[in-house]
């Protein structure tokens, strides 16, 4: 078992020396924290995996810190993404090119000839990538399948012994993963959606599609990080998308004796506080409050001896996609509708 050391900023270079050695550094980001290792070390990231307990056929994002970076990989930049990252980098985008035979080990890429890259926009992490002098692997630092880490301390309750350190940046802004598009077809599609919506990206390259398999749950997903089970906690978590429906379900769970926890915003959770065992508010009612502390409610919440975590839902545009994505992953698609539980 590994010693895992919490590094703070005048540390970071002790963690780029470890980067540069094959060990795995988790990193802070906008979004949420990302495990860290040499994307050109195969061993290393095959660590990545068995650390996160992850399948290797899952590809892995590629963190840069400019986009000179990427043209040496890559096989073509093309116009629309130099437009892209002019306006979203450093940020929260992730992008699919077509890369070069031989650049990275396939255990990176999942064995296809595509690569995902983003530059985040956190200073340690630029900082990090620059020290270590290497491209990072990313995926989020928790243990595949629970709810993604914003915090160092997530990071540590979940990889505690099986990474050498965390770099300490504080909360993350975001809460959830950077919005995916993939430049390798026709059209520009999103993978995974993120804080940067289809709408603000057709504002800058005109026509975007979307995946079928975010439409649709039975399609097979495409992009990195959606091929498994996501973000659930031990807890099962059960969708509430009709204001009309919290009193009801928390009627029922109650006559079944369960014992409550509650996501949801300041109103709604000041109104039903009183009937349940434990509560977390993202405050105000907007989807972008509730993506941002999603993954920490839910971690809360599976802390407080609870039964059953009932959590809000929102309407699926815009930013409401991105948060009811990973909701819809962390409650198994299980959603209160109609005064009765049911699963899509």
Same mark, same amino acid.
């Given at each position: 078992m590994k010693t895992t050391q919490l590094f703070l900023e005048q540390e970071l270079p002790i963690a780029a020396k470890l980067v540069k050695q094959g060990e795995l550094i988790a990193f802070p980001t906008e979004t949420v924290y990302g495990l860290g290792a040499n994307a050109l070390d195969e061993i290393a990231v095959k660590e990545v995996y068995e650390a996160k307990g992850r399948p290797s056929d899952n590809p892995l994002i590629i963190h840069v810190e400019t986009v000179e970076q990427i043209?040496? $990989?890559?096989?073509d930049f093309p116009l629309i993404a130099e437009k892209l990252a002019k306006h979203f980098w450093p940020g929260p985008l992730t992008m699919i090119f077509n890369i070069k035979p031989g650049t990275f080990p396939e255990v990176v890429t999942g064995g296809l000839t595509t690569a995902a890259f983003r530059i985040p926009n956190n200073r340690l992490t630029l900082e990090? !990538?620059? &020290? #270590?002098?290497? *491209?990072?692997?990313? *995926?989020? +630092?928790? @243990?595949s399948g629970k709810p993604s880490p914003t915090t160092a301390e997530h990071v540590y309750h979940d990889l505690q012994g099986k990474i050498a350190g965390v770099l300490d940046g504080g909360a993350t802004q975001i809460g959830i993963e950077s919005t995916v598009l993939d430049l390798t077809t026709e059209v520009p599609t999103i993978l995974r959606p993120g804080l !940067? @919506?289809? &709408?603000?990206? %057709?504002?800058i390259i005109g026509?975007?599609?979307?995946?079928?398999?975010?439409?649709n749950e039975k399609e097979q997903p495409k992009a990195p990080g959606m091929k498994y089970k996501h973000y659930s906690p031990d807890t099962a978590v059960w969708i509430i998308s009709m204001p009309t429906d919290w009193e009801k379900a928390i009627h029922l769970a109650k006559e079944r004796r369960l014992k409550i926890g509650l996501f949801a915003d300041e109103k709604i959770v000041d109104t039903y506080r009183s009937q349940i065992t434990a509560t977390f508010s993202f405050g105000e009612d @907007? +989807? !972008?409050? +509730? #993506? %941002? $502390?999603?993954?920490a409610g839910l971690r809360e919440l599976d802390q407080m001896a609870v039964d059953v975590i009932f959590a809000q839902g929102f309407a699926e545009r815009s930013m409401g996609l991105a948060y009811m994505n990973r909701l819809k992953k #962390? #409650?198994?698609?299980?959603?209160f509708s109609n005064q009765t539980f049911y699963s899509e």
């Open positions: 043209k040496k $990989y890559v096989s990090l !990538i620059h &020290q #270590a002098g290497v *491209p990072l692997v990313g *995926p989020s +630092a928790n @243990t !940067i @919506t289809k &709408q603000e990206l %057709k504002v026509k975007v599609a979307v995946d079928q398999h975010l439409l @907007t +989807a !972008i409050n +509730a #993506a %941002k $502390y999603l993954f #962390a #409650a198994g698609q299980k959603v």
